[in-house]
C-alpha cells in the first residue's frame, strides 16, 4: 500500500469523523405495553384483565402512528427534534421507539405517544357510546308511543268487549300480545340505557405497561471515532484493491 493511499485513508476518516462528531446526537427511548379491551361489558366478563384482540391492537397502533398524535406530540414540545416508531412485537405488545436530541424529552415523548393515545380513544368511545345512547333514548320515546296507541286501542276494545265479548275475544287477544311484547321492549330498552349511563362514566381502560421509558445515558448510534474509523479502513481497502487491479491489468 503506498504512501499516497495512506494518506487519502486518514483524510477520508478524518472527514467522516468530523461530518459525524458535529451531526446532532439522538437519544433512544422506548415504552413497550399490551393494549386493553376496551369494551366495558367484556372487561367485567373477564374481571377487568381483558386484552385486545389482534383486530384492537392494530387499531390502536394506526392512532398512534396518524398524525393527530403528531400534531399534539408538537405542540407539547415545540423546540425537540424528535422522531419515533410503533411496531407491535411478536406477543402482540406494542412498542413506541423514540429518538430525540434531548435525553430526558426521548423518555418524556415516549411516555406521551401512549397517554395521548388513551385519551383520544376514550374520547372515541364516548362519541360512541352516546350516539348509542341517543339512538336508545328515541327508540324508548318510539316505544312508548306504540304503548300509548295500543293502550287506546285496547280500551276501545274492552269497552265494546262489555256487549260483544265473543266477537271481539281474539282482537283484545291480539292486542295485549302486540302491548306485552311492547312492554319487553320497553324494559329491554331502559336496561340497554342504564349500561349505556355507566359506559358514560366509566373512565375507557388505560394501556397496560410492560416496561416504561428509562431516560437513555448516551446517544443512539455508531460512535464519530468508530465512523471515522470505517471510512479509513474502507477507503485504504478500496485504495489497495484499485492498486492490485492496476499491477494486473498493466
Request: charge should be negative.
Given at each position: 500500500m503506498t504512501r499516497s493511499t495512506i494518506l487519502l485513508s486518514l483524510v477520508v476518516g478524518?472527514?467522516?469523523f468530523g461530518l459525524a462528531f458535529i451531526r446532532p446526537p439522538k437519544y433512544n427511548s422506548e415504552i413497550a405495553v399490551f393494549v386493553p379491551l376496551t369494551l366495558l361489558e367484556k372487561q367485567i366478563e373477564q374481571n377487568g384483565i381483558g386484552f385486545g384482540a389482534p383486530a384492537e391492537i392494530d387499531a390502536h397502533i394506526e392512532l398512534m402512528?396518524?398524525?393527530?398524535?403528531?400534531?399534539?406530540?408538537?405542540?407539547?414540545?415545540p423546540k425537540s427534534n424528535f422522531d419515533f416508531e410503533v411496531s407491535k412485537t411478536r406477543n402482540n405488545a406494542v412498542l413506541v421507539e423514540v429518538w430525540a436530541s434531548d435525553a430526558e424529552t426521548s423518555a418524556l415523548i415516549a411516555q406521551k405517544v401512549v397517554d395521548i393515545t388513551d385519551s383520544l380513544k376514550q374520547i372515541m368511545l364516548l362519541q360512541n357510546v352516546g350516539q348509542s345512547h341517543a339512538f336508545v333514548n328515541e327508540s324508548l320515546k318510539e316505544t312508548r308511543r306504540d304503548?300509548?296507541?295500543?293502550?287506546?286501542?285496547?280500551?276501545?276494545?274492552?269497552?265494546?268487549?262489555i256487549e260483544d265479548s265473543i266477537a271481539l275475544a281474539s282482537?283484545?287477544?291480539?292486542?295485549?300480545?302486540?302491548?306485552?311484547s311492547?312492554?319487553?321492549?320497553?324494559?329491554?330498552?331502559k336496561i340497554r340505557r342504564q349500561q349505556?349511563?355507566?359506559?358514560?362514566k366509566?373512565?375507557?381502560?388505560?394501556?397496560y405497561i410492560i416496561y416504561a421509558p428509562e431516560i437513555p445515558k448516551e446517544a443512539s448510534g455508531i460512535p464519530a471515532w468508530a465512523i471515522g474509523l470505517i471510512a479509513a479502513v474502507l477507503s485504504a481497502?478500496?485504495?489497495?484493491a484499485w492498486q492490485i487491479y492496476r499491477k494486473q491489468t498493466a
Open positions: 478524518f472527514i467522516f402512528r396518524s398524525p393527530r398524535i403528531s400534531s399534539e406530540l408538537k405542540s407539547i414540545f304503548m300509548d296507541s295500543l293502550q287506546v286501542i285496547l280500551d276501545s276494545l274492552r269497552i265494546a268487549a282482537e283484545v287477544f291480539k292486542y295485549e300480545h302486540l302491548f306485552g311492547e312492554v319487553v321492549a320497553l324494559n329491554q330498552l349505556l349511563d355507566a359506559y358514560l366509566a373512565p375507557a381502560p388505560k394501556s481497502s478500496a485504495g489497495y
